[in-house]
């Protein structure tokens, strides 16, 4: 059945998540949480990770924990008393003081303004306040808010961003005067918007965001500036989940060759702070599977030979696990095993590594794509001696652990008899098969 892969959690899988450390980050959220009481005024931080490193994870599960030490310090679930602890050390109070927002800036990137949508963004939490004091207040902020959206949508062409560069070579100086009146006059309204969301529920937003270094570069480079000048208040810190690498590869085509991306960035953040990458052992536990089986050894083979991102890994684990899961371990044969565990595993890492190698392999009979893949590497070459192994008989596996030549004649000879369309690489293939005594290797390997 099709499914969508990279699947995206909920709040209640990410606090589980946290609940049993399954990703072993608390520590990591512990120790980020920690930064951020230490800050005293605004400040801008880059949370630095390879593409598809957990950043989406790890920032969401802050929030969760953020919000949950705000709402209900006095029972917290398990795995947020432990980050509170060490991110709260010595101190009597767990209570977090900041108001987190999370920001998508890629599930907007098609918009014309990125300041519209931060102010879409706030309006939403707005929805959200719940005031004891007077009721009404929830409607001066929603105005106050709406007033925001209004301004970034109807003014933006005329003094906004990238403008105010136009307008200064306007005839006019009025002209430019009025850019600078409206640019000032906006950053007024995001200073008045922040103050009324804080209002009696934390003195400081913390705004998150997310997946800037997958947005179209203009949009990417336009919101850095506009959250650096009108969020650049001291009740404000804007923590970016992002590749500073990529996203300034990204910048640099925008600009042109020998512009510095890793320069330009630099303008946009005080402090950077790696993050660290989920280990593979810690997510596959996460994906209910047993590291040390063999299955796993092979995906994990896989995804070190090709140094996949956790992205990358999941969408592989997903593409495996259906077939995996309908493997039962006491009554499979070794055959099929070594099919599913180990061929079918391999091909979906082609598939996501390569999917031009993919369509050649499975479309166009050249099996070279899996032999390489697996002679390539020698943790994949060793899971196949590993799971082919298990299908022949003592004497043959004895004589073939230690030849090279024989372990590379039985890969060729694998791969053939499964994808090639030639009759006599595929004859050959049979051969080199039966050999080994065994009658049903050949009709496993070859099923479609």
């Not at 705000?70 to 980050?83: E, F, K, Q, R, Y």
């Not at 003081?97 to 990125?114: E, F, I, K």
């Not at 800037?212 to 009740?235: Q, S």
């Not at 499975?362 to 994949?380: C, L």
Request: proline share 3%.
């Amino acid at each position: 059945m099709l499914q969508r892969t990279n699947y995206n959690p909920g709040d209640n899988e990410l606090l589980e998540l946290i609940s049993n450390n399954s990703l072993n980050r608390n520590q990591d959220i512990a120790d980020m949480l920690h930064l951020l009481m230490n800050i005293d005024k605004g400040l801008s931080i880059f949370l630095d990770g390879d593409w598809g490193s957990g950043k989406t994870y790890f920032v969401r599960s802050l929030k969760i924990a953020i919000d949950i030490l705000n709402t209900c310090p006095d029972v917290l679930p398990a795995g947020i008393d432990m980050i509170a602890s060490n991110a709260f050390k010595g101190e009597a109070s767990w209570h977090c003081d900041y108001l987190p927002v999370y920001y998508n800036a890629w599930s907007y990137d098609y918009w014309g303004d990125p300041l519209a949508s931060v102010a879409c963004t706030l309006a939403a939490e707005a929805d959200e306040v719940r005031l004891e004091s007077d009721p009404s207040d929830s409607k001066v902020v929603k105005a106050a808010l709406n007033n925001l959206v209004e301004m970034t949508f109807n003014h933006h062409a005329a003094g906004l961003g990238t403008a105010i560069g136009k307008m200064a070579e306007a005839i006019k100086s009025e002209d430019l005067l009025d850019a600078f009146k409206k640019r000032s006059s906006l950053r007024n309204a995001v200073a008045e918007a922040v103050n009324l969301v804080l209002k009696e529920r934390a003195n400081k937003l913390l705004l998150f965001v997310d997946e800037l270094d997958r947005c179209e570069p203009r949009f990417a480079c336009r919101l850095l500036e506009e959250l650096k000048t009108l969020f650049d208040l001291d009740n404000v810190v804007v923590l970016y989940a992002l590749n500073v690498k990529q996203l300034a590869h990204v910048i640099e085509g925008q600009y042109g060759a020998g512009f510095n991306g890793i320069r330009y960035l630099s303008k946009f953040y005080d402090i950077a702070v790696p993050i660290r990458t989920v280990g593979m052992d810690d997510y596959l536990t996460y994906r209910e599977m047993i590291p040390n089986h063999q299955s796993s050894l092979v995906i994990k083979s896989i995804v070190e030979a090709h140094d996949m991102s956790l992205r990358e890994a999941n969408r592989l684990i997903d593409i495996c696990k259906p077939n995996l899961e309908r493997l039962d371990d006491l009554w499979s044969t070794n055959e099929v095993v070594f099919r599913v565990s180990f061929m079918d595993t391999v091909v979906a890492g082609i598939r996501v590594s390569n999917p031009a190698a993919y369509d050649r392999l499975v479309n166009k009979g050249d099996y070279s794509v899996f032999t390489t893949e697996v002679k390539g590497w020698e943790s994949i070459k060793g899971c196949f001696v590993e799971t082919f192994g298990r299908c022949i008989k003592p004497d043959d596996y004895r004589s073939m652990v230690d030849d090279e030549n024989r372990i590379d004649e039985l890969i060729d000879a694998v791969a053939a008899l499964r994808w090639s369309n030639q009759f006599d690489k595929k004859n050959a293939a049979h051969k080199t098969i039966n050999e080994l005594k065994n009658s049903c290797l050949v009709s496993v390997i070859e099923r479609d």
